[in-house]
């Protein structure tokens, strides 16, 4: 009976992962062309391309996650079975596609929304996955954080806590206390100073340090964990779960900032003990991440801070 519920459960993952790849089928033959995606929004203004955009390089990211996911489980059964080859193919074509993405839509350059840092963070992930993709994953929060400076210095559409639509359409505003109000906390930067302090993004680093000390000294940098009450809310989003470490110190060096952000996995079995993680299915975690709007758990990425010490 359990190896039934099992056999049904990996087909109902498989029938979402054709879903969402017959979606992206009908975006992957674009993302060659410059500005063909963010054209074919046939945007009112500019907030519609960057929310479309964003929505679009987080669901590629997803599904080649979850197609690293299959192929990791096919490999250990046959690396060089047909099908095992197969999803080998698409996990690769999906990782240039999303560059391709990037690359011909610079829009993706500039998040509106701070919780714009899920669709990054999946994305970022999906490329750390690959080392032949770092240096593009370099280049890609390089500039970046390189434009966001810039947005804050000439008071542009600079990373923001608004959510509505209509708020996001009159951002930014010149009343006094408004930049304060709308950055007073964020995922985004602590997540993309991770990023550089894990594979030696020097420079991006020290851009966020530049940031946090130039223009955002009153904003909580944060990031989320896991806890004891999470596996029965993460999966429907029941109620509130987790916890927080708040006033991440991006201005410290960078091996002291990891130990202070991993401190509290390494303390932790909360996350260990979530059945998505049990059972061997941890994109379920990024999935519900990104329909709940919820930050990704850092525990994806110690296998990165193993590999720097």
């Given amino acids: 009976m359990l190896g039934y519920a099992r056999s049904l459960f990996i087909n109902i993952i498989l029938l979402k992962m054709q879903i969402g790849n017959a979606f992206l089928e009908k975006i992957l033959p674009h993302v060659d062309k ?72 610079p829009i993706l350059f500039s998040p509106y929304k701070d919780e714009q840092a899920i669709d990054i963070n999946l994305s970022a992930f999906f490329f750390a996955l690959d080392l032949t993709s770092h240096d593009d994953l370099h280049r890609w929060l390089q500039f970046m954080v390189e434009h966001i400076h810039f947005l804050f210095y000439t008071d542009s559409c600079y990373p923001c806590n608004l959510h509505t639509y209509h708020e996001l359409l009159d951002h930014p505003r010149s009343t006094e206390g408004y930049k304060e109000e709308v950055t007073k906390g964020s995922i985004l930067y602590p997540m993309i100073a991770t990023y550089a302090a894990l594979l030696g993004f020097d420079d991006v680093y020290e851009e966020i340090q530049k940031i946090k000390s130039k223009f955002l000294e009153h904003c909580n940098f944060q990031i989320w964990y896991p806890d004891e009450t999470s596996e029965r809310h993460f999966y429907k989003y029941s109620d509130n779960h987790g916890g927080t470490l708040s006033h991440v110190g991006v201005d410290q060096p960078q091996d002291i900032f990891l130990e202070e952000i991993f401190k509290e996995c390494y303390e932790s079995e909360h996350f260990n003990q979530l059945s998505a993680i049990q059972y061997q299915t941890w994109p379920i975690i990024l999935t519900a991440c990104r329909h709940y709007s919820f930050p990704i758990p850092l525990h994806f990425l110690s296998g990165f801070r193993a590999d720097t010490k």
């Fill in 34 to 105: 410059l500005y063909a995606i963010s054209n074919a929004v046939s945007p009112s203004s500019s907030v519609d391309v960057n929310l479309k955009l964003f929505d679009i390089l987080g669901r590629l990211a997803l599904e080649g996650l979850w197609l690293y996911w299959y192929y990791t489980r096919l490999e250990a059964i046959d690396k060089d079975h047909k099908v095992t080859q197969e999803i080998l193919q698409k996990m690769q074509r999906y990782r240039v596609s999303l560059k391709q993405l990037i690359t011909n839509n």
